[in-house]
């Protein structure tokens, strides 16, 4: 049986699977968010977790910038009909990236709990913490 893979490219973007329950978001530095490049990693993050539930953690390096393309399209819709993603937490290591994220999601509001902050560790309790919460219907 060959074992899964661990770390997968999303060109802008590597997946870690780093428990069956959580995946990692890595952005790289360097990088311009635009709606095509973001949607080709949420495409992935369905891809690779599949059916299972689990929660994000999407770390963005300071040295990255924007196209304002990427603030016009709700990349989550593809979760609204169904969906095993039960929190999602997203460090921003910029704060105009940060502040943007945080438009972001008041435009596109997630059905599952969201974190957004410049602190790595607080956002790793913090999924800890939603996990160990929510029962195994989601909720």
Same mark, same amino acid.
């Given at each position: 049986?060959?074992?899964?893979?661990?770390?997968?490219?999303?060109?802008?973007?590597?997946?870690i699977?780093?428990?069956?329950?959580?995946?990692?978001?890595?952005?790289?530095g360097?990088?311009?968010?635009?709606?095509? $490049?973001? $949607? $080709?990693?949420?495409?992935? /993050?369905?891809?690779?977790?599949? *059916?299972?539930?689990?929660?994000? #953690?999407?770390?963005?390096?300071?040295?990255? *910038?924007? @196209?304002?393309?990427?603030?016009?399209?709700?990349?989550?819709?593809?979760?609204?009909?169904?969906?095993?993603?039960?929190?999602? $937490?997203?460090?921003?290591k910029?704060s105009?990236?940060?502040?943007? +994220?945080?438009?972001? #999601? @008041?435009?596109?509001?997630? #059905?599952?709990?969201?974190?957004? +902050?410049?602190d790595?560790?607080?956002? /790793?309790h913090?999924?800890?913490?939603? #996990?160990?919460?929510? +029962?195994?219907?989601?909720?």
């Amino acid at each position: 049986m060959t074992p899964e893979p661990r770390a997968h490219d999303a060109g802008i973007a590597t997946l870690i699977v780093a428990r069956p329950d959580l995946l990692e978001i890595h952005y790289h530095g360097g990088i311009v968010f635009n709606a095509d $490049a973001v $949607a $080709a990693v949420q495409a992935k /993050r369905r891809e690779v977790m599949g *059916d299972r539930p689990y929660a994000t #953690l999407t770390i963005i390096p300071e040295d990255v *910038d924007y @196209s304002m393309d990427s603030m016009e399209r709700d990349q989550g819709h593809g979760d609204r009909a169904r969906s095993q993603l039960l929190a999602s $937490a997203v460090v921003a290591k910029a704060s105009m990236i940060e502040l943007l +994220t945080k438009l972001y #999601l @008041s435009y596109y509001p997630q #059905l599952h709990r969201t974190l957004v +902050t410049d602190d790595e560790q607080a956002a /790793r309790h913090w999924l800890d913490r939603q #996990l160990a919460q929510i +029962t195994p219907t989601g909720s």
